[in-house]
């Protein structure tokens, strides 16, 4: 086996098993917090090769200091469908509260469960578990905590309304705030130059089951979604908890799959995902207040065309905003359209504009020649954060950004590049010739090759004067790169179907999240052809060893992988494995409950001393 990643000692849990007799295996586990000095180890899993392995959620055995935790392995919360005080976990609600239902008449379940956070409230345990759909859904689980082994076990649950924020919308990725809020996403806003109305919506296959949640006198807007979402988490004594849901419209509007706020409780990433995307930083006028701020975009310039690239950053300002400017232009007396925002015009087939129009290509939707209307900059770069950004000279050509987290020990954040092609070519797709994605846009990534595994980058951070925060990301490196399977670059004996990305690497990295205190970055898959079986891994950022440390049953996807260091003495790594037999080999699925998904945690750990 691969072992790997510590994190030191075992003086606590040796003290312990000798006043009370346990073993120190059980006695580390029983232990509060372990010694800044404990070693942890995963031992790694091998990727599956039967069918039954192909079927089973499973993970690495872990070790502190030599001796097995106990109890540790994959814990179910809840899977898609169970019910628990009358309602079942991931249903699929209208704006009036009502169980929508599909054509057989049955509850719409769905089974694309996603980040699932841990809230401490008082001497309470809450989680807001959100689900990737149309509409979108937010469910409140309280948990009981065993005091002894640290299992997590739910006791309640409560649907969440979203009635006052038009519903949710594909809730992606989410991150929790260092002042404990739960913030979602809004990933793949719609295209609001071609969705304008219901009708248009009801022709999309995308976009049409949204219209499921509407009542009566509801009517479209495209602008509703692709926003942060805030969920604040209350409670007093035993009575039921509250929550507040605000959409963050200062943050600006794309296809967010998370935003992640830095330790000054002021500075956020937001990755954007999809074809010809960009990085947005959101800079706080206050300390844990996401209402108002300046939103800027990121402009790569190329250091290195070698591999999946390296750049020097610099950030494009995109000016500053508040909730309440921008809200009033979603709904009510200023409501805008996309019209209102732009005038557009046709380009040359040599990617020219008229004189007046800046040519831009973003989000998937090719070449546009657009000009903000007078007095709608503001308006254009909350509501079309991604177009204004490109017109202001920003890079719009990542393809597949995805998980962001920071790690305070190396003063970096790591982001998740699910594939490495497109936009990030020069003027190719796949590497094969092509103008689809850098025609009209500025071109600033032209790496030499692609890569359709995808990488993790390293994007040291810094302070900024001009910008007003200690944690500006100032350049992008490769670290951890997916190998495409080649004639001269092999696939492991036993592994050749179904697998263009090779076994004991990275296959299109997703979410991320780091374990602080270990070294060790996690790396969650989201691959379709890619591994048959998605997978987690473990990074240790010293010795730059890969270890996987899950697999997940056919045609899953692991989802949000998210680190809790201590939680009343206890560490859990979070992890949601969405949509199993649903992306590929949906002939697999024997119909017997298998493709619900499971939303749940690695765990648990013995909560570690920092030094």
């Known amino acids: 086996m691969n072992k790997q990643f510590a994190v030191k000692g075992l003086a606590v849990a040796v003290a312990l098993a000798g006043v009370v007799g346990m073993s120190v295996a059980t006695a580390a586990y029983a232990a509060k917090k372990l010694g800044a000095d404990a070693v942890l180890t995963f031992d790694g899993v091998s990727a599956p090769l039967t069918d039954a392995e192909k079927r089973e959620v499973r993970v690495s055995a872990a070790e502190i200091d030599g001796q097995p935790v106990a109890n540790f392995g994959f814990h179910t919360l809840m899977r898609s469908g169970q019910e628990l005080n009358g309602i079942k976990f991931g249903q699929i609600i209208d704006a009036d509260g009502n169980p929508i239902r599909g054509e057989d008449g049955e509850i719409r379940i769905s089974n694309a469960n996603e980040h699932t956070s841990l809230l401490p409230v008082g001497k309470r345990l809450f989680s807001v578990s959100q689900h990737e759909t149309r509409p979108g859904a937010f469910f409140l689980l309280e948990l009981d905590q065993n005091k002894k082994t640290g299992e997590l076990t739910p006791i309640n649950q409560w649907q969440l309304d979203q009635s006052n924020t038009w519903g949710g919308w594909v809730h992606c990725a989410a991150s929790v705030t260092p002042w404990n809020t739960h913030l979602a996403s809004e990933e793949y806003e719609p295209n609001a130059a071609v969705l304008k109305t219901n009708a248009d919506v009801a022709k999309d296959d995308y976009s049409k089951t949204q219209l499921d949640y509407y009542t009566s006198g509801m009517e479209w807007n495209p602008y509703y979604y692709g926003w942060n979402t805030e969920i604040t988490v209350k409670a007093k004594g035993k009575s039921d908890p509250t929550t507040t849901i605000e959409k963050h419209f200062a943050m600006g509007r794309m296809a967010i799959e998370l935003a992640y706020v830095m330790p000054d409780q002021k500075t956020a990433y937001i990755t954007d995902d999809g074809t010809n995307v960009s990085l947005f930083m959101f800079v706080a006028d ?82 546009e020649c657009l000009q903000v209307k007078p007095g709608m900059e503001k308006v254009a770069s909350r509501l079309e954060s991604r177009r204004y950004a490109a017109m202001m000279g920003a890079t719009t050509e990542f393809r597949k950004e995805e998980g962001i987290t920071f790690a305070p020990e190396y003063n970096s954040i790591f982001m998740a590049m699910s594939e490495v092609e497109r936009g990030m070519e020069d003027f190719k797709k796949g590497g094969k010739p092509s103008k689809s994605y850098d025609l009209g846009g500025s071109n600033d990534i032209r790496l030499d090759s692609p890569n359709k595994c995808g990488a993790v980058y390293q994007l040291p951070v810094g302070t900024d004067k001009n910008i007003g925060s200690d944690y500006v990301v100032k350049s992008m490196t490769g670290l951890v790169v997916g190998r495409p399977v080649t004639d001269r670059a092999p696939q492991v004996k036993g592994f050749e179907a179904n697998n263009s990305c090779h076994i004991n690497g990275i296959a299109n990295p997703d979410n991320l999240t780091y374990m602080s205190g270990y070294d060790t ?74 493709a619900a998904a499971y939303t749940g945690y690695i765990g648990p750990f013995p909560a570690k001393k920092m030094k």
């Open 286 to 367: 206050k300390k844990k207040d996401l209402s108002a701020g300046t939103l800027y975009a990121l402009k790569w310039n190329q250091t290195s065309s070698y591999g999946v690239g390296a750049a020097d950053i610099e950030w494009i300002n995109l000016g500053h905003a508040t909730d309440e400017e921008i809200k009033p232009y979603l709904d009510g007396p200023k409501k805008v359209t996309f019209d209102d925002i732009f005038a557009t015009a046709e380009g040359s087939k040599e990617g020219q504009c008229p004189t007046g129009f800046t040519g831009v290509n973003t989000g998937g939707y090719g070449f």
């Open 521 to 594: 970055l996690i790396i969650g898959e989201d691959t379709g052809s890619g591994h048959q079986n998605d997978a987690i891994w473990a990074y240790n950022l010293k010795t730059s060893q890969l270890t996987r440390i899950e697999t997940t049953p056919y045609g899953s996807e692991t989802t949000s992988p998210y680190w809790y260091p201590d939680i009343n003495g206890w560490a859990y790594l979070m992890s949601v494995v969405q949509h199993p037999y649903g992306e590929s080999d949906e002939d697999k699925n024997t119909g017997h409950g298998e």
